[in-house]
């Protein structure tokens, strides 16, 4: 099952580069006629972006929250090499360096996740969980007062991982739903609704008044750092027994590469800055 789960986690990362390609093509067609949700192409973006979340609620269903989200991050590489034909040499130096180092991180977090689960969740960890996306909502309007792309794409970090963590809650059920009615009365079913709005909102946002690159690699390190961690100490994740260094290079090397392909370009800054 953990191989199944691999996969799904995999097909999830799939989903959301294609998703990627599909609408950044609509926004651009957007241009030049129809409004961008009347684009095929956004709007087929938007299917896969469903599609792409229903694989990682069944990742999430057996692998701990840190392999999921390391796994999902893994989409900035495929991305980048989407939109240079799917040649590392038409990629510079920085953005080969950074592909493989995505890649072997992803290789090292798989193989270190441990498939068990725990059978229910501590007692504390759904109230945690409620009090903390409250905590994160009171403070998202001065976050947003603020207007600072860096806190604001920190602020949808916090956003897409609490939806991570609570479907990963979800799943244990403490509550041990047994049908859609006992699901709908799980509160934490409406925190992925809620803090998945959030996340979008903040990180439109923050690309509207920031640098992408910049805006995508806060992001990207906040939804696999915080909800990682969170999921280790609270929700019973666990990592392969003599894994741990593996762990952690894995999700270093991951991370790193993702910085390296979200890094602004210093001379489109300058430009940028100019214009």
């Known amino acids: 099952m953990t191989i199944l789960a691999l996969l799904f986690a995999v097909a999830a990362m799939v989903g959301n580069t294609v998703a990627a390609l599909w609408e950044a093509k609509g926004s651009r067609l957007a241009r030049y006629g129809r409004a961008v949700w009347l684009q095929p192409w956004f709007l087929a973006g938007l299917f896969a972006d469903i599609v792409a979340w229903v694989f990682t609620v069944v990742a999430l269903r057996f692998l701990p929250v840190f392999a999921v989200q390391a796994i999902l991050a893994g989409a900035i590489a495929f991305t980048t090499l989407a939109d240079n034909g799917w040649s590392v040499w038409n990629l510079v130096r920085r953005e080969r360096i950074g592909v493989v180092a995505v890649l072997a991180g992803l290789v090292l977090v798989a193989g270190s996740a441990a498939p068990e689960r725990p059978a229910e969740l501590p007692a504390v960890a759904t109230p945690i969980l409620l009090v903390s996306f409250v905590l994160i909502l009171a403070a998202a309007p001065f976050v947003w007062r603020a ?79 915080v909800p990682g961690l969170v999921g280790l100490f609270l929700l019973g994740d666990r990592i392969r027994s003599g894994w741990e260094p593996a762990a952690v290079l894995g999700l270093a090397l991951a991370l790193a590469g993702v910085v390296m392909l979200t890094r602004s370009d210093p001379d489109t800054e300058k430009a940028a800055r100019v214009h």
């Open 147 to 225: 207007g600072r792309p860096m806190l604001l794409a920190f602020l949808a970090g916090l956003g897409f991982g609490g939806v991570a963590l609570a479907v990963r809650a979800i799943q244990p059920g403490p509550l041990g739903w047994t049908s859609v009615g006992d699901l709908l009365r799980d509160p934490l079913v409406y925190a992925v609704v809620v803090m998945g709005v959030l996340g979008v909102l903040a990180f439109a946002a923050a690309l509207r008044d920031g640098a992408v690159g910049t805006a995508t690699a806060v992001l990207s390190v906040t939804e696999v750092v």
